[in-house]
T-cell receptor
Framework: EAGVTQFPSHSVIEKGQTVTLRCDPI?????LYWYRRVMGKEIKFLLH????????ESGMPNNRFLAERTGGTYSTLKVQPAELEDSGVYFC?????????????FGSGTRLTVV | SQQGEEDPQALSIQEGENATMNCSYK?????LQWYRQNSGRGLVHLIL?????REKHSGRLRVTLDTSKKSSSLLITASRAADTASYFC?????????FGKGTRLSVIA
């Protein structure tokens, strides 16, 4: 079984540019989550999809962040325009239906550096 | 705050010793989970303990949960250099997992 795949693994962009991160969850996992870890700080929740619907987006920092999960399969997280404070590691995770009874499977993350 | 708080923030031990990390929290939970993050890699799920369980084992890992004290501990026995990583507790309630700041474990060979 393939794990959670994230692309790209690293991205370096200039302030003001746009970056799109992609996450492919485990097939059959209805729940998809985005988290972010800024250097040395806690891992913060961004949002949660159930299939194609946004279940909880309370962690999205501002309207420069846009997440989509068309068709309930892979998800994208777009940052536009990127700011310096957006630098960090963005993790995607997925879990089966009734996900709170299971651990999450995380991808390896995308390290975003905004310069 | 909903997040768990790990203690200590950093721990350095010799190979072969045991490592104990603690997690305290304030909210009610369905379960509590422990994850490991090796440098530059993603989070790996280690173990899940439900709110009605008190202790759970997985290989060299032992997790306890005391819901009356709202605390959990992760014990790694006979540590190895490969156990060097950051360890996070994560709380599962009615919201997606909430992570603490982690404990940075260094195992010296």
């Amino acid at each position: 079984e393939a794990g959670v795949t994230q692309f790209p693994s690293h991205s370096v962009i200039e302030k003001g540019q746009t970056v799109t991160l992609r996450c492919d969850p485990i097939s059959g996992h209805d729940n998809l989550y985005w988290y972010r870890r800024v250097m040395g700080k806690e891992i913060k929740f961004l949002l949660h999809f159930v299939k194609e619907s946004k279940q909880d987006e309370s962690g999205m920092p501002n309207n420069r962040f846009l997440a989509e999960r068309t068709g309930g399969t892979y998800s994208t997280l777009k940052v536009q325009p990127a700011e310096l404070e957006d630098s960090g590691v963005y993790f995607c995770a997925s879990s089966p239906p009734m996900g709170f009874n299971y651990g999450y499977t995380f991808g390896s993350g995308t390290r975003l550096t905004v310069v | 705050s909903q997040q768990g708080e790990e203690d200590p923030q950093a721990l350095s031990i010799q190979e072969g010793e045991n490592a104990t990390m603690n997690c305290s929290y304030k909210t009610s939970i369905n379960n509590l989970q422990w994850y490991r993050q090796n440098s530059g890699r993603g989070l790996v799920h280690l173990i899940l303990i439900r709110s009605n369980e008190r202790e759970k084992h997985s290989g060299r890992l032992r997790v306890t949960l005391d819901t009356s004290k709202k605390s959990s501990s992760l014990l790694i026995t006979a540590s190895r250099a490969a156990d060097t990583a950051s360890y996070f507790c994560a709380l599962s309630g009615n919201t997606p997992l909430v992570f603490g700041k982690g404990t940075r474990l260094s195992v010296i060979a």
